[in-house]
């Protein structure tokens, strides 16, 4: 009788728990960035706390204020702006005030030998001109329509927003509190899911730290020499580089690169050979870095797993899957790094091969007759 209601309080424990989830499930994003904001601002917690004393309340509204003013503020205004210029933009393209298709014309006319090579592996210039063209007028599109959505569903971002800034709020002030609560709850043993929530803190600080802040400073400098340079839409190119920059093996280069193309198409050679300078040399190195600054080795991904999680976090939880793919990868390698070590402990032939290995020392006969004697009084004892 015990041991059924034991399984059938698990089973309804087990059910609540997933309704639960579910009920969060709308407030995943806001419930994830507060965990970001509480991890990424711990240090400064942690400084204030030494220099108040105990003074809860005071420290994590401090800290959120600072959080607001230098993150969120600046990332809202960030926002406004490139709704504006994709707005913008799509109308230009809609009315054919630009064409894509002619600046595909341009560099085709300026460098017939690549024609001649494309032409030479059956590549249709024609059909490129056409694709390039439908893409540009869909991703457009794409903008504005999204710009336009955020723009009428503002009560709803902005309550999210302060949901999110709510939790964060108590998560800064109650944070260690409900993880020495999880640990003592959770029945996976105190020291494996302290490794974890410091895997999880550790994989939160560098993303968002190395993928977040070195892309955003990647769009900044790619945004400021189209804007120098005279390329329309600098500030929207300049987010649309910071996009692809939080892509491993992508990065910035893909939309500098073809405006340089087309300002060489153009016959302007001193503002393209600028562009290649400064992408190769300012933005492409901004990476290598800010990247050991920022972050250091706090991942210890291979590129490859950072490459595969991130797209694969990006398709299936969309722009917070930057964050949340390397996390679950980084715990898929931690669950298995456990699970090897302890297995192979307990395992008869890593025994074996301990036992027999030289370098491990036997225990003696009088050990063996210690731990037999002091067997025989803790029986006794009993």
């Avoid at 109308?91 to 560099?107: A, F, H, K, L």
Wanted: hydrophobic content about 55%; overall charge negative; glycine content about 8%.
């Amino acid at each position: 009788m015990e041991k059924l209601e034991q399984r059938l309080f698990l089973v309804l424990l087990a059910g609540v728990t997933a309704l639960f989830l579910f009920l969060l499930q709308p407030f995943f994003a806001p419930i994830l960035w507060a965990c970001i904001i509480a991890v990424l601002f711990h240090p400064l917690q942690v400084r204030l706390e030494r220099a108040w004393g105990d003074r809860p309340n005071l420290i994590a509204l401090t800290v959120l204020l600072a959080c607001i003013v230098l993150v969120v503020v600046p990332v809202l205004l960030l926002l406004a702006s490139f709704a504006q210029q994709g707005i913008a933009l799509y109308r230009q393209i809609d009315t054919g005030e630009i064409q894509p298709g002619q600046y595909i014309d341009q560099v085709r006319n300026a460098f017939p030998a690549v024609q001649a090579l494309l032409e030479r592996f059956s590549i249709d210039m024609s059909s490129v001109r056409e694709n390039v063209a439908n893409a540009a007028v869909a991703t457009s599109r794409f903008v504005a329509q999204n710009a336009l959505a955020v723009g009428q569903g503002t009560f709803g971002f902005f309550l999210k927003l302060g949901l999110m800034l709510y939790v964060a709020f108590f998560l800064l002030r109650d944070g260690r509190r409900l993880i020495e609560q999880l640990v003592h709850a959770l029945p996976l043993g105190d020291e494996r899911e302290r490794m974890l929530f410091q895997k999880f803190a550790e994989v939160t600080r560098a993303t968002v730290k190395g993928n977040l802040v070195v892309a955003m400073v990647q769009g900044a400098l790619g945004g400021l020499i189209f804007w120098i340079l005279g390329i329309p839409a600098a500030l929207l190119w300049g987010v649309v580089m910071t996009v692809l920059s939080l892509i491993p093996a992508i990065g910035a280069g893909i939309i500098w690169l073809p405006a340089a193309i087309y300002l060489y198409a153009i016959g302007d050679w001193v503002s393209a050979t600028v562009l290649i300078l400064y992408g190769v040399l300012i933005i492409g190195l901004a990476d290598n870095i800010l990247r050991p600054i920022l972050v250091g080795r706090d991942t210890k991904l291979p590129d490859w797993l950072v490459l595969l999680s991130t797209l694969g976090g990006l398709t299936m939880f969309g722009l917070n899957g930057f964050v949340v793919g390397p996390l679950i990868a980084v715990l898929f390698i931690a669950f298995w790094q456990i699970f090897g070590r302890e297995f192979n402990e307990s395992h008869p032939e890593h025994q074996r091969s301990m036992s027999d290995d030289p370098s491990t020392d036997e225990p003696s006969a009088d050990d063996h007759g210690r731990d037999l004697d002091e067997t025989r009084t803790e029986d006794v004892r009993s």
